[in-house]
């Protein structure tokens, strides 16, 4: 088993920045890859970011490309979104998934945070 915490989220204006964080806690939480996913409201959960193991392979999806940045620390089991230039359409809660195998786009992750709001006011 596997239980992520992620924090955070605020409230900020568009252009500023927020980072969030994922601790991970519970069996091979270093050797996951490390997924981050988002839900507007009204609207279906969406593929973010993603990050393998080790960090050398990292997927972000093209809406927040150049201004996102994931990272990760496996000594304090913790996964990083760092984001920048933030937009209203931003808002969203965020999620941080965890998997056994490669990362990916796809929502296949075993694991799931509850979340973290973020809200971005123009």
């Known amino acids: 088993q596997v239980q992520l915490v992620e924090s955070g989220g605020g409230l900020v204006q568009a252009g500023g920045s927020l980072k969030l964080s994922c601790t991970a806690s519970?069996?091979?939480?270093?050797?996951?890859?490390m997924g981050w996913f988002r839900q507007a409201s009204g609207k279906e959960r969406e593929f973010v970011s993603a990050?393998?193991?080790?960090?050398?392979?990292?997927l972000y999806a093209d809406s927040v490309k150049g201004r996102f940045t994931i990272s990760r620390d496996n000594a304090k089991n913790t996964v990083y979104l760092q984001m920048n230039n933030l937009k209203p359409e931003d808002t969203a809660v965020y999620y941080c998934?965890?998997?056994?195998?490669?990362?990916?786009?796809?929502?296949?992750?075993?694991?799931w945070g509850q979340g973290t709001q973020v809200t971005v006011s123009s």
């Open positions: 998934a965890a998997r056994e195998a490669t990362i990916t786009r796809d929502s296949n992750y075993a694991y």
């Open positions: 519970g069996e091979h939480v270093n050797k996951r890859a």
């Open positions: 990050i393998d193991w080790i960090g050398r392979s990292i």
